[in-house]
C-alpha cells in the first residue's frame, strides 16, 4: 500500500515550457486535491475532485488544468509554466473531505 | 468568507516544556478543524482533527487541541516538547469541499 505517490519528484522547466505532474492513490479515495506550497504562505488549493472524471476550481486555479479520467489518478498540467509557479506541489486525497493523506510533494523551478 | 489565522510565524520552546501554537478561524459555518505537521522536506501529516464532537481533541504524539468557538480558537498544545517535535505546524479549516490552510508556525525545540 504505497498512499499518495506524485511524479516527479523534482522538476526545471523554461518559461514556457509545458508539463504534467501525476497524483496517484491506491486508498480507493474519492476526493483528490492539488495544493502548491509557497514560503510564507501555507498550502493553497489550486484544483480539487470528487469523484472520476469531475474537477473544481481552488483559491489559485488560473495557469493551471487537471484531470481525473481514472478514481486512482488526478493529474495537474501547466500548459505555459511562468516563474511565478515555481513552487513546492502537493497532492493530497481523502475518503470524504476529512482527513487528507498528503504525498510527498514535487518541487518545480521555473527558469 | 473562510480563514484561518495563525498567531505565531515561529516559536522556540526548551525540550520539556509545553508547546503552544496559536491559531483562529472565521467560518460562515460550523466549522471541521485540523492541525497539520510537516517535517523538513516531507508531506503533511494529521495531528488531530475537530468535527463538532468533544471539544477537547486529543491527537497522535501527545498533542491536544481545544475548539473554543466564543474565542474562535483552536489552539495546540502538548505538555512536554521533544525534539522530534520541530517542524511547521498548519491550522486548517474545512469549509463544503476546501480546505484553507493558516500561513503555517515553524516550532523550534531548544535542547
Known amino acids: 500500500n504505497a498512499g499518495v505517490t506524485q511524479t516527479p519528484k523534482f522538476r526545471v522547466l523554461k518559461t514556457g515550457q509545458s508539463m504534467t505532474l501525476l497524483c496517484a492513490q491506491d486508498?480507493?479515495?474519492?476526493?483528490m486535491y492539488w495544493y502548491r506550497q509557497d514560503p510564507g504562505m501555507g498550502l493553497r488549493l489550486i484544483h480539487y475532485?470528487?469523484?472520476?472524471?469531475?474537477?473544481a476550481k481552488g483559491e489559485v486555479p488560473d495557469g493551471y488544468n487537471v484531470s481525473r479520467l481514472k478514481k486512482q489518478n488526478f493529474l495537474l498540467g501547466l500548459e505555459s509554466a511562468a516563474p511565478s509557479q515555481t513552487s513546492v506541489y502537493f497532492c493530497a486525497s481523502s475518503y470524504s473531505p476529512q482527513t487528507q493523506y498528503f504525498g510527498p510533494g514535487t518541487r518545480l523551478l521555473v527558469l | 468568507a473562510q480563514s484561518v489565522t495563525q498567531l505565531d510565524s515561529h516559536v522556540s520552546v526548551s525540550e520539556g516544556t509545553p508547546v503552544l501554537l496559536r491559531c483562529n478561524y472565521s467560518?460562515?459555518?460550523?466549522?471541521?478543524l485540523f492541525w497539520y505537521v510537516q517535517h523538513p522536506n516531507k508531506g503533511l501529516q494529521l495531528l488531530l482533527k475537530?468535527?463538532?464532537?468533544?471539544?477537547l481533541v486529543k491527537g497522535i504524539n501527545g498533542f491536544e487541541a481545544e475548539f473554543k468557538k466564543s474565542e474562535t480558537s483552536f489552539h495546540l498544545t502538548k505538555p512536554s516538547a521533544h525534539m522530534s517535535d520541530a517542524a511547521e505546524y498548519f491550522c486548517v479549516v474545512l469549509t463544503g469541499n476546501q480546505f484553507y490552510f493558516g500561513t503555517g508556525t515553524s516550532l523550534t525545540v531548544i535542547p
Open positions: 486508498m480507493n479515495h474519492e476526493y
Open positions: 467560518s460562515s459555518y460550523s466549522p471541521s
Open positions: 475532485s470528487v469523484g472520476e472524471g469531475t474537477t
Open positions: 475537530y468535527t463538532s464532537a468533544a471539544t
